[in-house]
């Protein structure tokens, strides 16, 4: 979308005004230069450095993209993303998503996987899943571009993770260790890290970190706590201090929060006590994100409406805020406020919930207005495209249809008397608005709607009708008298019956079958959001 376009819908000082983004919180830490960039814009490959550093913990469900902008507004140097399956991201489609001036993974349910945007795109490392040093690569490869580091889980004990082989369960694989991490460094550009619990033995614990580091690795973070103990359990500075002794790379000491870091100055109090070159900070930035403040913790009142800023500002989906504030409310969850948060079921309720109803409409009032200047930028790309494509502003109504007929088969059945190849669907989603349009080709010409459909089906039945209408095809409608494709249906029922054929095609009605033919050249497209 050009500059002038979005200069000219949106207020400056309205988006300054109401998003963090352009104005941090009052005593938040001045937000850091990227990694890599100098003074005069002037950009050089520098990596990222983990020695001396404050860093949120990837934390599921938590490390979304508010909190770790938030966490960075707050003085956090890095910033971890919750831990993503492999084999999840591998489904995503990679997204630039220009009302939100992020970076979307999108998933073919159109769910957001993983959304990140420029603030922190040389501070936040991806945390993966993964059992497989190819999968591992290959998601790496699909988000090297758009993060600063790659880190693969080996610490959590949650059997969601264990039972695929992947976190603490790859503690008992060194072999596997080995094979996926020195895979990682050999195949991407950025930084490779990793996260692991400690071992039965200080012994074993070290030497897994000494075969760990010869792959090549950045950095190491260690969670001093073995894979059956839990939080309550008190974490062994010992072994992270022995771990930090042993070896040359950056450790990063993990799983303070119970024991030692209740405020700023806990967290070096925490790294000398465990030697480390940086501290990784979990359930303490979970509680209050600003324990990153030199200058001391927020107010959580304040800390939770800056949160929700950032959730407005990003579209967070209601649920995950609301999981987020609920962890930083903690024992007020029994108070009113904590009561009406608990029984919200949007964003605007959270919103109503801590008074921030005049933002959220303002807020939603600017990305409305993004929108409609997206949309008519995109309308107005699409006269101009494929001038070759014969276009048609037509929709499908199916109750204009019998329901075993649509548009497309009767132009699959055209394209068989015909002897053309059947036809080919090609759907693409508008990123703004998550509609889609569809273009056909048959007998090498082009055919769409010029409206845009709310399902991928929808479009392409449209595109159907489009060249259905140009050949002067019947296409099926109730209003053009008799049917022959449901008289074909029906002539191949008594075929069969009459022929003794019992078996499973009586089983499923013919249009059932119709269906399945039709389908068959149908194409998966991933689905992209707003």
């Known amino acids: 979308?050009?500059?002038?376009?979005?200069?000219?819908?949106?207020?400056?000082?309205?988006?300054?005004?109401?998003?963090?983004?352009?104005?941090?919180?009052?005593?938040?830490?001045?937000?850091?230069?990227?990694?890599?960039?100098?003074?005069?814009?002037?950009?050089?490959?520098?990596?990222?450095?983990?020695?001396?550093?404050?860093?949120?913990?990837?934390?599921?469900?938590?490390?979304?993209?508010?909190?770790?902008?938030l966490a960075l507004d707050y003085g956090a140097d890095i910033v971890y993303c919750e831990e993503l399956i492999d084999i999840?991201?591998?489904?995503?489609?990679?997204?630039?998503?220009?009302?939100l001036e992020t970076v979307d993974f999108v998933a073919p349910n159109e769910r957001v996987v993983f959304r990140t945007c420029e603030r922190e795109r040389h501070r936040v490392v991806f945390q993966m899943g993964s059992a497989d040093a190819e999968r591992a690569l290959a998601v790496a490869k699909l988000v090297e571009s758009d993060v600063a580091g790659i880190d693969i889980n080996m610490g959590c004990p949650k059997e969601y993770s264990t039972k695929g082989g992947m976190g603490a369960a790859l503690l008992s694989d060194p072999d596997k260790i080995e094979s996926i991490l020195t895979t990682l460094v050999k195949g991407i550009c950025k930084p490779v890290t990793c996260k692991i619990r400690i071992l039965p033995s200080i012994e074993d614990t070290v030497n897994l970190v000494k075969r760990i580091e010869k792959t090549g690795i950045a950095a190491i973070a260690v969670h001093g706590r073995k894979k059956e103990e839990r939080p309550q359990h008190p974490v062994h500075c010992d072994v992270i201090k022995a771990i930090s002794e042993a070896v040359s790379i950056p450790?990063?000491?993990?799983?303070?929060?119970?024991?030692?870091?209740?405020?700023?100055?806990?967290?070096?109090?925490?790294?000398?006590?465990?030697?480390?070159?940086?501290?990784?900070?979990?359930?303490?930035?979970?509680?209050?994100?600003?324990?990153?403040?030199?200058?001391?913790?927020?107010?959580l009142k304040e800390v939770m409406q800056?949160?929700?800023?950032?959730?407005?500002?990003?579209?967070?989906?209601?649920?995950?805020?609301?999981?987020?504030?609920c962890q930083m409310l903690r024992e007020q969850l029994?108070?009113?406020?904590?009561?009406?948060?608990?029984?919200?079921?949007?964003?605007?309720?959270?919103?109503?919930?801590?008074?921030?109803?005049?933002?959220?409409?303002e807020a939603t009032a600017i990305f409305e207005a993004k929108k409609t200047v997206e949309t008519k930028t995109q309308d107005e790309d699409d006269?101009?495209?494929?001038?070759?494509?014969?276009?048609?502003?037509?929709?499908?109504?199916?109750?204009?249809?019998?329901?075993?007929?649509?548009?497309?088969?009767?132009?699959?059945?055209?394209?068989?008397?015909?002897?053309?190849?059947?036809?080919?669907?090609e759907t693409v989603q508008r990123p703004v608005d998550r509609l889609f349009c569809s273009v056909v080709t048959v007998a090498e010409q082009k055919y769409r709607s010029t409206l845009w459909d709310k399902s991928k089906k929808l479009a392409e039945q449209a595109a159907a009708i489009v060249c259905l209408r140009t050949l002067g095809v019947p296409e099926g409608k109730l209003c053009e008298g008799e049917n022959h494709l449901i008289n074909k249906r029906k002539r191949e029922d008594r075929e069969r019956l009459n022929n003794g054929d019992h078996g499973e095609d009586l089983a499923e009605p013919s249009h059932k079958k119709a269906n399945f033919i039709e389908e068959t050249s149908d194409m998966n497209v991933p689905k992209m959001p707003r």
């Open 251 to 299: 450790v990063i000491a993990n799983g303070g929060s119970h024991d030692f870091i209740k405020e700023y100055m806990d967290i070096e109090t925490f790294q000398k006590a465990t030697a480390a070159s940086s501290v990784m900070i979990a359930r303490a930035a979970m509680w209050n994100p600003s324990i990153f403040r030199k200058e001391g913790l927020f107010p």
């Open 88 to 99: 999840k991201m591998l489904q995503c489609k990679r997204v630039i998503n220009e009302v």
């Open 306 to 325: 800056d949160y929700i800023k950032y959730a407005v500002r990003y579209d967070n989906h209601y649920t995950n805020t609301k999981y987020c504030l």
């Open 1 to 69: 979308m050009a500059a002038s376009h979005v200069a000219a819908a949106l207020p400056d000082d309205a988006v300054r005004r109401r998003f963090p983004r352009f104005s941090p919180p009052p005593g938040a830490a001045a937000e850091p230069r990227e990694a890599g960039s100098t003074a005069t814009g002037m950009t050089v490959n520098t990596p990222l450095c983990f020695r001396g550093k404050k860093i949120l913990a990837p934390m599921v469900r938590v490390g979304t993209l508010p909190m770790r902008l």
């Open 383 to 425: 006269q101009m495209e494929d001038p070759d494509v014969i276009k048609m502003a037509v929709r499908f109504d199916k109750r204009e249809y019998p329901p075993q007929i649509t548009p497309k088969m009767y132009l699959l059945e055209w394209c068989r008397k015909e002897k053309h190849p059947q036809p080919v669907y």
């Open 334 to 361: 029994e108070t009113t406020q904590g009561k009406k948060l608990h029984a919200a079921q949007s964003t605007q309720e959270i919103c109503e919930v801590f008074e921030m109803t005049d933002f959220y409409e």
